[in-house]
């Protein structure tokens, strides 16, 4: 059923921004959640066990700063500084807190229930504590429960969709952004067409649409497990993306609504509830006998509604045991099985899962009674926005098994843990700089912007918040080990044989950056600056969707002491993309000029400030009088323990032999014997705010007729409507539709029977180079103009023409970023990859490899603006359609998804035979000239192929792919030029 000329609700769009820090104009319940939200994890303000004293260590000697002169403001005037009671360190109690656990070993043949449920009126009460609420959670807790179980098991899921009618609506022809009309005084829609005249309702969609619609429709995803995709044999689901578990109401709609004309349960859907079996191991006749232990994460996948159910809480940790755990137990505590809960044997050894999210109700639910509600994130660590605490004894080793849940393009964090205690909050008035330093900053009208947003504090043994520089932050890192990514141990080859071992963390890489990210341009300046940005000591980078094992031990107190605290912190990072260096140049611009417009202003500028997660608190305690102590821990004896227990076939590192096309094989044929299977995949587009506008004369439209000049008119922005100057000979600008923005994977947008999708043969390995032409476009930003609508002024601003070049030439030439770059995080279902490279390109747009040795991951961010990651892997056990996609979410429904299909058909596989493959000793340069699997974009091409938009899944014109393009002239394409 069509709807004509219905109200604009733009749901589909209304997170228009994943990765913009234009999408969190203020702190959300800032001033009510922690009065709301006090309880046991409330660490500052609280009073455990009565006392009312600062619970901090002896006071901390300040690091000498390193950070360079030339660049540093005055201090401000020392002032009265924010305190607050907190309670006695050596009565300090335990309260670490993780969801309850499901165990299918102990409940042979029996099923775990997911309820997904909705809350239309959240509060306080959701979950372990969000007091932004989930809109969406399972079973009514965020996160959901956690599934232990061991590799030759299986998981039995029923999962039940308990959400309401799919009440929301999507436009299903041309149309632009409806997140961008611009909102006259008196509320009404102006400009480029207000209103849509072709919606289709999301409970008869359907189909896999991409962009965001039908959020009341689920499924289940198992991310990280090698198991089937799609249906087991008997026809039960195993880790299916494809279903859609649609809301009982749907059905029922469809069967009373008298304009409804298509089947009643459509292809691919379930109505209120789907049966799982994810077979581990033998017991689905894997070759892998026993699923190799991990962490990993289940959560649903349901294209057009991932984004809106994930970001709101919807996910769970799934735990597989196994060889390597009972080896490290047995090290540790003397016995293979143990709870992992509880403190155990000498060194009072435990697990402790750690979920960082940060959770968002990005949405007004058009499907709730309730709407309105909205709100910004809230970080949070197993559902929990105010840090536990967690006890040690000094010697006391633990193993965390880390998960960054986040799926928005904020979610990127450095993993530490720092000596002292922090906090993430608004400076007060008259704040000082720790010990007394001098605060660095490149942009001097900075700093009073910065003191309306949340920063990382350090708070000193009064309580007084101090501000850090880098050379503090660095100077109070803790050691770390690593153990696993993505839930794989780490892996390296020892001479012939591959091996587990255990990674130290620690290294010579200085943090070239300022606290405040004034200065992001020294990160791209040389490879030095590049690897230290990516690699810095005692910490761990983490994308979206990565998870991390570390070894922790607690540190030794020194004479007197009797008690030291420690902070874990998911510390927020700018240089993931272009946000806070565009945002730092529009500021520095327009307050020299003495004219900063109202939207650059606080509190929506969010300047310079990534969020920092405080994720928990650790008290390390003298043990009681008369306590044994432990003896001195061995690390290198975990390492031993660890390297001893042998790599299955299945994680050995894929070498060249593995790629090689030999004469045996099924595949082999005349000229392909001794060549490689290799295979390209591009990511492109922008997906942000800021994406750019194009005159008319520059546009052509295809269709299957083939160019015309035609440009259809809701596609026309007219800037002279608000007072904006008009682009020269046009009275309008082009911009790209709305659920067909430019975010694609091999230039076209998902589509689940693309026959050119990637297809690799049964039981071969390949090896990918995955590319992100997501690139920057840099230009000029307008002066502002005084007497028009501010929105006209932000649109004209956002949408800029802008043209590719590097960061250097654009420095040179005084341009400034108009449409961000972003860094895309990879995925891959079923299978994990042995990551070689990682490029990210400098100043210049070299190619510099940051990535220190292989590993296995699922989840890889590719580096914006030309960057490419090379990695090989390999599917040896089954056919059938998965998908690689990525993962920050809103991207992955709006169509930066792509199906790849397991073959063992000869006809069907599509890999590019290649007579070179690469090695991780290779310069870039040598990479880029192995052959056409490896051969970059010119920046030119890379702008081409963002300025496309290709969508073959769009209901609108199924059969008629939307693409819309620079022409080139005369043969050769040619971009705007300043």
């Known amino acids: 059923m069509t709807k004509k000329n219905k109200p604009l609700t733009p749901h589909a769009d209304e997170v228009r921004d994943p990765d913009s820090q234009f999408t969190e104009q203020s702190e959300p319940q800032d001033s009510e959640a922690p009065k709301k939200g006090l309880n046991r994890r409330n660490f500052l303000g609280l009073s455990l066990a009565g006392a009312a004293v600062p619970l901090v260590s002896n006071p901390l000697s300040a690091a000498t700063s390193t950070e360079p002169s030339s660049v540093v403001v005055e201090v401000q005037a020392a002032g009265t500084c924010n305190t607050c009671p907190v309670p006695t360190p050596a009565t300090a109690a335990e309260t670490w807190d993780e969801p309850w656990v499901w165990e299918p070993g102990k409940w042979p043949g029996e099923t775990l229930h997911l309820n997904v449920v909705e809350h239309q009126t959240p509060s306080t009460i959701v979950g372990l504590g969000n007091p932004g609420a989930a809109l969406f959670s399972y079973n009514g807790a965020t996160p959901g429960p956690t599934i232990r179980m061991k590799g030759d098991e299986t998981l039995r899921v029923k999962l039940f969709n308990h959400l309401g009618l799919n009440q929301g609506s999507t436009p299903i022809g041309l149309d632009t952004d409806p997140a961008y009309y611009i909102t006259a005084n008196d509320g009404s829609k102006l400009g480029y067409n207000a209103a849509n005249d072709n919606f289709k309702e999301d409970w008869e969609l359907g189909e896999h649409v991409n962009g965001i619609h039908s959020i009341h429709t689920t499924n289940l995803h198992t991310h990280g497990l090698h198991v089937r995709p799609g249906l087991n044999t008997d026809g039960t689901h195993s880790d299916n993306i494809y279903l859609r578990v649609i809301p009982q109401e749907d059905l029922e709609k469809r069967e009373t609504d008298p304009d409804y004309n298509g089947d009643f349960l459509l292809e691919g859907e379930q109505t209120g509830e789907a049966q799982y079996e994810f077979r581990l191991g033998k017991n689905n006749g894997h070759k892998i006998a026993t699923h190799p232990p991990g962490t990993h994460w289940y959560h649903p996948h349901s294209h057009g509604s991932t984004n809106m159910e994930v970001a709101s809480g919807m996910a769970g940790f799934l735990v597989v045991e196994g060889d390597i755990d009972y080896a ?8 293979e099985h143990i709870d992992t809960t509880l403190k155990t044997g000498n060194y009072g050894y435990r697990e402790r899962l750690m979920m960082l999210q940060r959770v968002l109700v990005p949405s007004s639910d058009q499907d709730s009674a309730r709407k309105g509600l909205k709100t910004g994130a809230t970080p949070s660590t197993n559902g929990s926005p105010t840090a536990d605490i967690i006890t040690m004894s000094p010697g006391d080793v633990e193993r965390w098994r880390v998960l960054n849940g986040s799926v928005d393009g904020k979610g990127y964090v450095r993993f530490m843990v720092l000596e002292g205690q922090w ?4 400076p007060p008035k008259g704040v000082k700089t720790l010990g007394g330093k001098t605060r660095p900053t490149a942009l001097p009208n900075l700093r009073s912007q910065l003191n ?22 660095e100077s109070r890192k803790q050691q770390l080990h690593q153990l696993a990514q993505d839930g794989v141990t780490l892996v390296r080859q020892n001479g012939a044989n591959p091996e587990y071992y255990v990674k130290d963390l620690k290294n010579d890489n200085q943090n070239p950056l300022y606290q405040d990210y004034s200065n992001l341009e020294a990160c791209y300046k040389d490879p030095q600056s590049l690897k230290a940005c990516y690699n810095l000591s005692n910490e761990l980078y983490m994308s979206p969707a990565q998870r991390a094992d570390f070894i922790f031990k607690a540190p030794a107190l020194a004479a007197g002491e009797t008690t030291k605290v420690y902070t874990i912190i998911a510390k927020g990072t700018a240089i993931h993309t272009e946000n806070e260096q565009r945002l730092m140049q529009m500021f520095n611009k327009y307050t020299k000029k003495g004219k900063t417009p109202a939207y650059m202003q606080p509190p929506h500028n969010n300047l310079g400030v990534p969020g920092d997660t405080i994720m928990a608190y650790i008290v390390v305690q003298q043990p009681a009088a008369g306590t044994t102590s432990p003896p001195a821990f061995d690390m290198n004896g975990l390492k031993q323990a660890v390297s001893g227990v042998p790599v299955p076939e299945y994680l050995y590192p894929i070498t060249p032999s593995d790629v090689q096309i030999k004469s045996g094989d099924k595949d082999a044929k005349s000229g392909n014997v001794g060549k490689y299977r290799t295979r390209q995949v591009t990511y492109s587009g922008w997906g942000a705010a800021t994406w750019p506008t194009f005159l008319p004369a520059d546009v052509t439209k295809f269709n299957s007729s083939g160019p015309t000049p035609a440009i259809d008119p809701k596609l026309i922005w007219n800037p002279s409507d608000f007072g904006v100057p008009k682009p020269p000979g046009s009275d309008g600008r082009v911009l790209a539709p709305t ?29 990918w180079v995955v590319y992100n032409q997501s690139i920057s476009l840099f230009g000029d930003f307008p002066d502002p103009t005084p007497g028009i609508i501010p929105g006209a002024q932000a649109f004209d601003i956002d949408h ?27 995925h891959i279902h079923t299978n994990p990859f042995w990551l070689m490279r990682v490029e990210v390109p400098d100043e210049n747009g070299n190619l510099v490899n940051i990535l220190p040795e292989p590993t296995w991951h699922d989840v890889m961010w590719i580096p914006r603006n030309g960057g490419r990651i090379v990695f090989r892997s390999r599917f040896p056990d089954f056919v059938g359609k998965m998908v690689n996609h990525c993962h920050i979410l809103q991207h992955e429904d709006n169509g930066m998804m ?22 991780e000793s290779m310069s870039s340069a040598q990479v880029s000239n192995l052959g056409a699997s490896y051969k970059p974009d010119t920046p030119t091409e890379a702008y081409r192929r963002c300025s496309r938009v290709m969508d073959m899944n769009h209901m609108d014109s199924p059969d008629l792919p939307l693409a819309y393009e620079y022409p080139a002239k005369n043969g050769v394409f040619d971009p705007p030029t300043f």
């Open 898 to 919: 792509q199906e790849v299909m397991i073959t063992q058909s000869l006809k069907k596989t599509n890999y590019i035979p290649n007579a070179k493959i690469s090695s």
């Open 739 to 767: 659920s067909t923005k430019t975010m694609a994977i091999d230039g076209k947008k998902f589509n689940p029977d693309d026959p050119k999708a990637p297809r690799p043969l049964l039981d071969t390995s390949e090896e």
């Open 423 to 426: 906090v993430s909050e608004k």
């Open 328 to 335: 490290i137990n047995k090290y540790m505590t003397g016995k």
């Open 800 to 826: 800029r023409q802008g043209i590719p070049t590097t960061r250097a030439d654009a420095d040179a030439k005084g341009l400034f970023i108009t449409t961000r770059g972003i860094d895309h995080p990879f």
């Open 452 to 473: 309306s947003v949340k920063q990382l504090l350090y708070v000193d043994e009064s309580g007084t918040r101090c501000l850090p520089t880098t050379p503090d932050i």
